[in-house]
């Protein structure tokens, strides 16, 4: 069983900086394809962005290209989402998720494509 835990959510105003981790508890990380999937109050998750095993090939949501920038740091089992920039809008629970194949962006920005999820982490964006 694979599991995820996120860290670094919190409280911040608009225009700050956050950036997410997501430790991942399998010796083989690199043997998965990461995504950052958010929630927000009474809202379907929807993708944010997405990670290939290397590193090499990233997908991203239109809404947050040029602000957030996923990465990975395979020697730390731990994929990063650094969220610059912030909106208000950009205000819900943040969860990574984990699969084992890497795919087009029609299937990673689909969250029942992916295998497993951690329990996510809050960020709030105040005006």
């Known amino acids: 069983q694979v599991r995820l835990v996120e860290s670094g959510g919190g409280l911040v105003q608009a225009g700050a900086s956050l950036r997410l981790s997501c430790a991942v508890s399998?010796?083989?990380?690199?043997?998965?394809?990461m995504g950052w999937f958010r929630q927000a109050p009474g809202k379907e998750r929807e993708f944010v962005a997405a990670?290939?095993?290397?590193?090499?090939?990233?997908y991203y949501e239109d809404s947050v290209k040029g602000r957030f920038t996923i990465s990975r740091g395979n020697a730390k089992n731990t994929v990063y989402l650094q969220m610059n920039s912030l909106k208000p809008e950009d205000t819900a629970v943040y969860y990574c998720?984990?699969?084992?194949?890497?795919?087009?962006?029609?299937?990673?920005?689909?969250?029942?494509?992916?295998?497993?999820w951690g329990p996510g982490t809050q960020v709030t964006v105040s005006s």
């Open positions: 990670i290939s095993r290397s590193g090499g090939a990233t």
């Open positions: 998720a984990a699969v084992s194949s890497w795919s087009t962006i029609v299937d990673m920005n689909t969250k029942n494509y992916y295998d497993y």
């Open positions: 399998e010796r083989t990380f690199t043997d998965y394809a």
